[in-house]
């Protein structure tokens, strides 16, 4: 059985789990802001594109953490999955910007 004091399994629990539960937090806003609004400064398809790429993260994401939880929390993730995943919610929250800035005006 494996010793839950290796500071590397104290590494994820630490940073990990709060990562994946911020991805989820802001894949869940962008989710319900595609969902719900109509964004003028984009056509339906980017739109649509855009809201096919959140839920399609979102299932990468909850796989992910029921690995992690399955494993309890000792088993990390590759850069190669997060990366995509920091960019999508990067693109969503310059979305989401501009959507409030277009409301503002």
Same mark, same amino acid.
Do not use: Y
């Given at each position: ?39 003028? $400064?984009?056509?339906?398809? %980017? +739109? ?11 299932? #990468? &994401?909850? /796989?992910?953490?029921?690995? $992690?939880?399955?494993?309890? %929390? +000792? ?11 920091? #960019? &999508?919610? /990067? ?9 409030? +800035?277009?409301?503002?005006?």
């Amino acid at each position: 059985m494996p010793d839950s004091n290796v500071p590397g399994t104290e590494l994820l629990k630490t940073v990990l789990e709060p990562l994946l539960e911020d991805f989820q937090h802001w894949f869940t806003r962008s989710r319900h802001l595609l969902e719900t609004e109509e964004l003028s $400064f984009m056509s339906h398809q %980017k +739109q649509s594109d855009l809201l096919l790429r959140v839920k399609q993260a979102q299932d #990468e &994401l909850n /796989t992910a953490k029921m690995l $992690f939880n399955a494993t309890d %929390k +000792q088993v990390g993730i590759e850069m190669a999955t997060l990366m995509p995943w920091h #960019e &999508l919610v /990067t693109e969503c929250w310059n979305v989401a910007m501009r959507f409030r +800035q277009g409301r503002e005006v």
